[in-house]
C-alpha cells in the first residue's frame, strides 16, 4: 500500500509540474520597460534606450548567442525609421549554466538584465514627440523544459 501512496504521490508531482510550465503565458515571463537618454542628440545626434527585462523568478531566457543551436536567440529588431537608424545593440554578459535538459552549459540571462540600444538620426529632429518602434524576441524557459519563441513589441518615445 506505501509503494501505491508513494508513486502516487510522484505522478501528482510530475503532472503538477508539467501542467505548471505548460499554463503560463510565455508573453508574462519578461516584463519589458523602455527608458530612453537623450543627453547625445543635440551634440552627436546620438540616443540611447534602455531595455529593462524583468525574468520572472524560476525562468531565464537565452542569451544573445546561445551555446545549444537548438535554441533561439535573445534578439532585439528596431523597425524602419525615416528619423533613426539602429547603430549598435549591448546585450549583458550571460550567466553559464548547466540545467535539467541540458547535458552542457547554456548561455542565460535570469533576474533582471538590461539591453542598450544606441540609434543615430538620420535628419535634424523636430520638436515633439518622435516614435520607434520595435520588437523583442526571446525563449523563456525553466529548469525542465523550453516553451515556444516569443516576439514582444515596445516603442522608444522621443520628446
Not at 31 to 44: C, F, G, N, P, S
Not at 107 to 118: G, H, M, R, S
Not at 125 to 154: A, H, M, R, W
Amino acid at each position: 500500500m506505501k509503494i501505491f501512496y508513494y508513486i502516487t504521490f510522484i505522478l501528482i508531482i510530475f503532472f503538477t509540474s508539467l501542467s505548471y510550465s505548460q499554463n503560463i503565458s510565455p508573453e508574462k515571463i519578461v516584463d519589458l520597460k523602455v527608458k530612453t537618454i537623450t543627453a547625445r542628440l543635440k551634440k552627436e545626434g546620438i540616443i540611447e534606450a534602455n531595455l529593462s527585462l524583468s525574468i520572472m523568478r524560476g525562468w531565464h531566457i537565452n542569451s544573445d548567442k546561445p551555446l545549444d543551436n537548438n535554441l533561439s536567440p535573445t534578439a532585439v529588431k528596431i523597425n524602419n525609421n525615416a528619423d533613426f537608424k539602429l547603430i549598435s545593440i549591448k546585450y549583458p554578459m550571460p550567466i553559464l549554466k548547466k540545467l535539467g535538459f541540458s547535458d552542457s552549459d547554456l548561455a542565460l540571462f535570469e533576474n533582471q538584465i538590461t539591453v542598450i540600444l544606441e540609434l543615430k538620426s538620420l535628419k535634424k529632429i523636430k520638436t515633439g514627440k518622435i516614435k520607434i518602434d520595435g520588437e523583442l524576441d526571446y525563449q523563456p524557459c525553466n529548469d525542465q523544459t523550453c516553451l515556444f519563441p516569443v516576439s514582444k513589441k515596445f516603442s522608444i518615445v522621443i520628446k
